[in-house]
């Protein structure tokens, strides 16, 4: 089966050919213009969807030499995401869709993410997914492929928020995740004290808001210098590292309680790339003899792979539709 999708529901404008459990092409570009803004501006977001999406494709048919009339499903991003630019993506793949008379699969942004492991790994289940993006940090479980169960997530911000907004009050560029990774590997973990809110609580949720709050008294009580800065990353990072694995170990135990031995947990999403947290995670897991899974490097940030492969696992459980209206909201 040769699958055509396209992702849009931010920043990233992302396109992908892929047959069977193969990635034929895959091309992702990632929006420039909203470092100056320190964060995504939707409306320039969706304008820069609309000026890249049909070059690319074009380019992609003809790197590849693909009569676009051998693609059997054309398949799109509905959601959540930021309406105008799902709106761009979803209609320019459904036009595909009619003018070669093609089925085509709305696909939900964060069953991308869940399912993404699932293409280089052979999962274990019960599995635990932690989904750590910049607009989401959720956790689910699934007992097989087809049973997916929210557990918990975010009360307020997500965590890729946190890094961006903590970067923004520290005078680092957005996007913020690699930055702070960046300046944490100078500093000192352990010279700031960060609150751990909901840490303490057998569930999986979180909150993040607290922390950006906090930040921002230190910064009016420190100079900030190279110094600070290092040293804020380090402790900021750690804070977050420890908060994951604090709810996770909780949430765990509740599980167990509850019967449920998980036997692996995939982390996923764009903060998966986070060197600091990975390591953390994996000793934290090893311990436990729980295996850790991760997508494919180009599929751990928002991306069309990722989009096509949820549409070929889910071929024939969702049916084509070109009267689905993306939502900006949608839960798995
Ligand atoms: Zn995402």
Redesign the pocket.
Known sequence: MLVFAT?T??DETSICLMENSSIVEHITFSQEIHKIHGGVVPELASRSHLEKIQIMTNELFARKNIDPNEIDVFSATCGP?LIGSLLVGSTFTKSLAISFQKPFIPIN??E??ILSTSFNNDIKFPSVVL?L????TQVYLMKDECNIELLGQSVDDAIGEAFDKTAKLIGLSYPGGAEIEREAMRGDENRFIIPKPLAKEKNFNFSFSGIKTHINILTKKNKIDKKFIQDLSASFQKNITEILIEKLDRGLERLNHDNIKVKSISVV??VSNNKFIRKNLENFFSKKNIKIYYPLKEMM??NAAMIAWACIKNYGKINSDLFFNPKPRLSV
């Open positions: 992702e529901s931010c995401g942004h964060l991308g993410h989904l993006t910049g607009g989401h999403g764009g940030g928002d």
